[in-house]
Protein backbone atom coordinates (compact mmCIF):
# COMPACT_ATOMS: atom_id res chain seq x y z
CA UNK A 1 0.00 0.00 0.00
CA UNK A 2 2.34 2.49 0.64
CA UNK A 3 4.63 1.58 -2.51
CA UNK A 4 1.06 2.33 -4.63
CA UNK A 5 0.92 5.98 -2.61
CA UNK A 6 4.32 6.65 -3.41
CA UNK A 7 3.89 5.42 -6.76
CA UNK A 8 1.01 7.24 -7.36
CA UNK A 9 2.27 10.68 -5.17
CA UNK A 10 5.45 10.67 -7.97
CA UNK A 11 3.38 10.56 -11.44
CA UNK A 12 1.34 13.49 -9.78
CA UNK A 13 4.36 15.16 -9.23
CA UNK A 14 5.54 14.71 -12.70
CA UNK A 15 2.46 15.54 -14.17
CA UNK A 16 2.45 18.69 -12.53
CA UNK A 17 5.80 19.31 -13.57
CA UNK A 18 4.99 18.66 -17.08
CA UNK A 19 1.67 21.27 -16.98
CA UNK A 20 3.70 23.94 -15.53
CA UNK A 21 6.84 23.46 -18.14
CA UNK A 22 4.09 23.80 -20.93
CA UNK A 23 2.47 27.14 -19.20
CA UNK A 24 5.96 28.58 -18.35
CA UNK A 25 6.86 31.64 -20.11
CA UNK A 26 8.18 31.96 -22.52
CA UNK A 27 6.48 28.72 -23.68
CA UNK A 28 3.35 30.55 -24.90
CA UNK A 29 5.41 32.72 -27.06
CA UNK A 30 7.05 29.31 -28.63
CA UNK A 31 4.08 27.86 -29.44
CA UNK A 32 2.70 30.85 -30.67
CA UNK A 33 5.44 31.07 -32.98
CA UNK A 34 5.76 27.22 -33.41
CA UNK A 35 9.51 26.74 -32.10
CA UNK A 36 11.54 28.92 -29.57
CA UNK A 37 14.22 30.43 -30.36
CA UNK A 38 17.98 30.03 -27.66
CA UNK A 39 20.86 31.83 -27.58
CA UNK A 40 23.83 29.23 -27.47
CA UNK A 41 27.45 30.72 -27.25
CA UNK A 42 25.82 33.75 -28.75
CA UNK A 43 24.12 32.34 -31.32
CA UNK A 44 20.69 32.92 -31.90
CA UNK A 45 19.16 29.07 -32.71
CA UNK A 46 15.82 28.06 -33.21
CA UNK A 47 14.55 24.98 -32.26
CA UNK A 48 11.68 22.93 -32.74
CA UNK A 49 9.07 22.23 -29.92
CA UNK A 50 10.00 18.68 -29.38
CA UNK A 51 10.87 18.55 -25.53
CA UNK A 52 9.93 21.53 -23.23
CA UNK A 53 12.01 20.37 -20.63
CA UNK A 54 15.21 20.52 -22.33
CA UNK A 55 14.38 23.99 -24.08
CA UNK A 56 14.13 25.51 -20.76
CA UNK A 57 17.15 23.98 -19.21
CA UNK A 58 19.22 25.30 -22.30
CA UNK A 59 17.49 29.10 -22.09
CA UNK A 60 18.48 29.03 -18.56
CA UNK A 61 22.05 27.71 -19.52
CA UNK A 62 21.42 24.96 -17.23
CA UNK A 63 22.67 22.20 -19.99
CA UNK A 64 26.21 21.66 -20.57
CA UNK A 65 26.98 25.32 -21.41
CA UNK A 66 30.73 23.88 -21.07
CA UNK A 67 30.39 22.35 -24.15
CA UNK A 68 28.73 25.38 -26.32
CA UNK A 69 31.55 27.62 -24.94
CA UNK A 70 34.48 24.51 -26.08
CA UNK A 71 32.91 24.33 -29.64
CA UNK A 72 32.58 27.99 -30.20
CA UNK A 73 36.39 28.13 -28.62
CA UNK A 74 37.36 25.43 -31.44
CA UNK A 75 35.58 25.43 -34.45
CA UNK A 76 36.35 28.14 -36.92
CA UNK A 77 35.15 29.20 -40.62
CA UNK A 78 35.99 26.66 -42.92
CA UNK A 79 36.24 23.54 -40.21
CA UNK A 80 34.66 20.41 -40.66
CA UNK A 81 32.64 18.86 -37.66
CA UNK A 82 31.56 15.28 -37.28
CA UNK A 83 28.83 14.88 -34.62
CA UNK A 84 28.25 11.62 -33.61
CA UNK A 85 24.72 10.96 -31.42
CA UNK A 86 23.49 14.30 -32.84
CA UNK A 87 19.89 13.48 -31.55
CA UNK A 88 17.97 16.73 -31.86
CA UNK A 89 21.00 19.04 -33.13
CA UNK A 90 21.80 21.91 -30.83
CA UNK A 91 25.37 21.28 -31.24
CA UNK A 92 24.83 20.52 -35.03
CA UNK A 93 23.39 23.82 -35.25
CA UNK A 94 25.75 25.57 -33.59
CA UNK A 95 28.82 24.09 -35.01
CA UNK A 96 27.11 24.70 -38.52
CA UNK A 97 26.77 28.79 -37.52
CA UNK A 98 30.39 28.63 -36.58
CA UNK A 99 31.95 26.69 -39.33
CA UNK A 100 30.17 28.77 -42.11
CA UNK A 101 29.10 28.41 -45.57
CA UNK A 102 32.49 26.90 -46.58
CA UNK A 103 32.70 24.64 -43.66
CA UNK A 104 30.64 21.30 -42.74
CA UNK A 105 29.14 19.48 -40.45
CA UNK A 106 28.48 15.38 -40.63
CA UNK A 107 25.25 14.32 -37.72
CA UNK A 108 25.24 10.76 -37.24
CA UNK A 109 21.87 10.12 -35.46
CA UNK A 110 20.59 6.53 -35.91
CA UNK A 111 17.28 7.18 -33.45
CA UNK A 112 14.43 8.03 -36.12
CA UNK A 113 12.47 10.12 -33.67
CA UNK A 114 15.20 12.28 -33.00
CA UNK A 115 16.63 12.45 -36.46
CA UNK A 116 13.22 13.58 -37.48
CA UNK A 117 13.55 16.76 -34.71
CA UNK A 118 17.24 17.11 -36.03
CA UNK A 119 16.22 17.61 -39.89
CA UNK A 120 13.42 20.42 -38.81
CA UNK A 121 16.07 22.36 -36.85
CA UNK A 122 18.31 22.30 -39.53
CA UNK A 123 15.24 23.65 -41.69
CA UNK A 124 14.47 26.09 -39.26
CA UNK A 125 18.17 27.37 -39.11
CA UNK A 126 18.43 27.05 -42.99
CA UNK A 127 21.30 24.82 -42.24
CA UNK A 128 22.39 24.16 -45.65
CA UNK A 129 26.00 22.74 -44.80
CA UNK A 130 24.71 19.86 -42.04
CA UNK A 131 24.78 16.34 -43.73
CA UNK A 132 22.56 14.18 -41.76
CA UNK A 133 23.69 10.29 -41.42
CA UNK A 134 20.77 7.62 -40.35
CA UNK A 135 23.56 5.48 -39.03
CA UNK A 136 25.21 4.28 -35.77
CA UNK A 137 28.95 4.53 -35.49
CA UNK A 138 30.81 1.54 -33.91
CA UNK A 139 33.52 -0.81 -34.36
CA UNK A 140 32.96 -1.87 -38.06
CA UNK A 141 30.31 -1.80 -40.67
CA UNK A 142 27.12 -4.08 -39.71
CA UNK A 143 23.77 -4.36 -38.57
CA UNK A 144 22.67 -3.67 -35.19
CA UNK A 145 19.72 -3.21 -32.78
CA UNK A 146 19.03 0.60 -31.69
CA UNK A 147 17.23 0.28 -28.39
CA UNK A 148 15.04 2.37 -25.70
CA UNK A 149 11.97 3.33 -23.56
CA UNK A 150 10.79 5.98 -25.83
CA UNK A 151 12.71 6.73 -28.87
CA UNK A 152 13.74 10.30 -29.47
CA UNK A 153 14.49 10.55 -25.57
CA UNK A 154 17.98 11.05 -25.48
CA UNK A 155 19.03 8.07 -24.08
CA UNK A 156 18.88 5.86 -27.25
CA UNK A 157 21.51 3.09 -27.29
CA UNK A 158 22.53 0.44 -29.15
CA UNK A 159 21.78 -3.05 -27.56
CA UNK A 160 24.12 -4.60 -24.83
CA UNK A 161 24.25 -7.99 -23.83
CA UNK A 162 22.44 -6.89 -20.16
CA UNK A 163 18.46 -6.94 -20.19
CA UNK A 164 16.21 -4.01 -19.52
CA UNK A 165 12.92 -4.38 -19.32
CA UNK A 166 12.39 -0.77 -19.38
CA UNK A 167 13.87 -1.07 -22.90
CA UNK A 168 10.66 -1.47 -24.65
CA UNK A 169 11.36 0.11 -28.48
CA UNK A 170 13.68 -1.22 -31.02
CA UNK A 171 14.65 -0.60 -34.69
CA UNK A 172 17.69 -2.15 -36.53
CA UNK A 173 19.83 0.14 -37.94
CA UNK A 174 23.15 0.33 -40.21
CA UNK A 175 26.23 1.19 -38.52
CA UNK A 176 29.94 2.01 -39.73
CA UNK A 177 33.06 2.62 -38.40
CA UNK A 178 34.33 6.28 -37.92
CA UNK A 179 37.99 5.17 -39.53
CA UNK A 180 35.87 3.87 -42.90
CA UNK A 181 34.06 7.03 -42.90
CA UNK A 182 36.35 9.17 -42.59
CA UNK A 183 38.88 7.82 -45.40
CA UNK A 184 35.69 7.04 -47.63
CA UNK A 185 34.88 10.62 -47.27
CA UNK A 186 38.44 11.58 -48.16
CA UNK A 187 38.11 14.37 -44.85
CA UNK A 188 41.51 15.47 -43.87
CA UNK A 189 40.86 17.89 -41.04
CA UNK A 190 37.93 18.35 -38.34
CA UNK A 191 36.43 17.98 -34.86
CA UNK A 192 34.46 15.80 -33.05
CA UNK A 193 31.54 15.15 -30.80
CA UNK A 194 31.37 11.41 -29.26
CA UNK A 195 27.95 11.08 -26.99
CA UNK A 196 26.46 7.57 -27.65
CA UNK A 197 25.23 6.38 -24.23
CA UNK A 198 27.97 3.52 -23.70
CA UNK A 199 28.76 2.43 -26.77
CA UNK A 200 31.59 4.87 -26.46
CA UNK A 201 34.96 2.11 -26.74
CA UNK A 202 32.58 0.56 -30.13
CA UNK A 203 33.39 4.30 -31.46
CA UNK A 204 36.96 4.28 -30.52
CA UNK A 205 37.51 -0.03 -31.64
CA UNK A 206 36.40 1.15 -35.17
CA UNK A 207 38.18 4.95 -35.34
CA UNK A 208 41.21 5.12 -33.17
CA UNK A 209 43.40 6.42 -36.29
CA UNK A 210 40.59 8.92 -37.20
CA UNK A 211 40.60 10.19 -33.39
CA UNK A 212 44.26 10.31 -33.54
CA UNK A 213 43.85 12.47 -36.45
CA UNK A 214 40.92 14.56 -35.16
CA UNK A 215 42.11 18.45 -34.17
CA UNK A 216 39.34 18.04 -31.25
CA UNK A 217 37.42 15.38 -29.62
CA UNK A 218 34.30 16.21 -27.20
CA UNK A 219 33.62 13.04 -25.21
CA UNK A 220 31.21 11.95 -23.07
CA UNK A 221 31.85 8.79 -21.04
CA UNK A 222 28.94 7.47 -19.69
CA UNK A 223 30.27 4.54 -16.78
CA UNK A 224 27.46 2.35 -15.59
CA UNK A 225 26.21 2.01 -19.69
CA UNK A 226 30.16 0.91 -20.83
CA UNK A 227 29.84 -1.68 -18.04
CA UNK A 228 26.87 -2.76 -19.53
CA UNK A 229 28.42 -3.23 -22.74
CA UNK A 230 31.39 -5.50 -20.82
CA UNK A 231 33.79 -2.71 -21.05
CA UNK A 232 36.04 -2.16 -18.09
CA UNK A 233 35.53 1.91 -18.05
CA UNK A 234 39.14 1.82 -16.48
CA UNK A 235 40.53 -0.17 -19.39
CA UNK A 236 38.43 2.53 -21.69
CA UNK A 237 39.90 5.76 -19.93
CA UNK A 238 43.72 4.19 -20.34
CA UNK A 239 42.69 4.02 -23.98
CA UNK A 240 41.30 7.75 -23.68
CA UNK A 241 44.91 8.64 -22.54
CA UNK A 242 47.00 6.98 -25.24
CA UNK A 243 45.12 9.29 -27.97
CA UNK A 244 48.36 11.74 -27.29
CA UNK A 245 46.01 14.56 -26.39
CA UNK A 246 45.80 16.82 -23.46
CA UNK A 247 42.13 16.29 -21.97
CA UNK A 248 40.20 18.58 -19.88
CA UNK A 249 36.61 18.25 -18.36
CA UNK A 250 34.28 20.37 -19.83
CA UNK A 251 33.21 22.82 -17.43
CA UNK A 252 29.36 23.57 -16.71
CA UNK A 253 29.85 27.01 -16.46
CA UNK A 254 32.61 29.80 -17.33
CA UNK A 255 35.47 28.84 -19.54
CA UNK A 256 35.27 26.09 -22.27
CA UNK A 257 37.25 23.90 -19.57
CA UNK A 258 38.79 23.30 -16.60
CA UNK A 259 42.67 24.09 -17.10
CA UNK A 260 43.90 21.45 -15.11
CA UNK A 261 45.32 18.52 -17.26
CA UNK A 262 43.73 14.83 -16.48
CA UNK A 263 46.09 12.06 -16.66
CA UNK A 264 45.30 8.40 -16.35
CA UNK A 265 45.05 7.85 -12.37
CA UNK A 266 42.69 10.56 -12.35
CA UNK A 267 39.18 9.45 -10.61
CA UNK A 268 36.45 9.62 -13.18
CA UNK A 269 32.77 10.61 -12.11
CA UNK A 270 30.19 8.34 -13.28
CA UNK A 271 28.80 10.33 -16.42
CA UNK A 272 32.26 12.72 -17.57
CA UNK A 273 32.10 15.41 -20.34
CA UNK A 274 35.91 15.68 -21.67
CA UNK A 275 37.40 17.96 -24.15
CA UNK A 276 40.47 16.29 -25.60
CA UNK A 277 43.07 19.17 -27.42
CA UNK A 278 46.26 18.93 -29.16
CA UNK A 279 49.39 19.19 -27.02
CA UNK A 280 50.75 22.47 -27.60
Known sequence: ?????????????????L??????????MWRLCGHATLTIASYQLKFCLFNYF??????????????????????????TFIDIGAWIGPYTILASKLVGSDGHVYAFEPDPVARKALQENIELNQATNVTVLPLAVSDCSQKLLLVSS???????????????????HSVEVEAVSLNT????????????????????????????????????????IHEKELRNFGVDPR?????????????YRANTQGDA???????????????????LIPRS
Not at 1 to 17: E, P, W
Open 1 to 17: MTHLLKSIYGFSRLRVG
Open 19 to 28: IRQYFRWPTP
Open 54 to 79: WLHNMRRGLKEPGVAEFLADQLKPGD
Open 150 to 168: KFGNSVSHIQTNSINSEEE
Open 181 to 220: FIQEQNIKSFHIKIDVEGAEAKVFAGGLEALRQAKTVFLE
Open 235 to 247: AFWHEVCTLGKAI
Open 257 to 275: FQKSELFENEKLSSIERLV
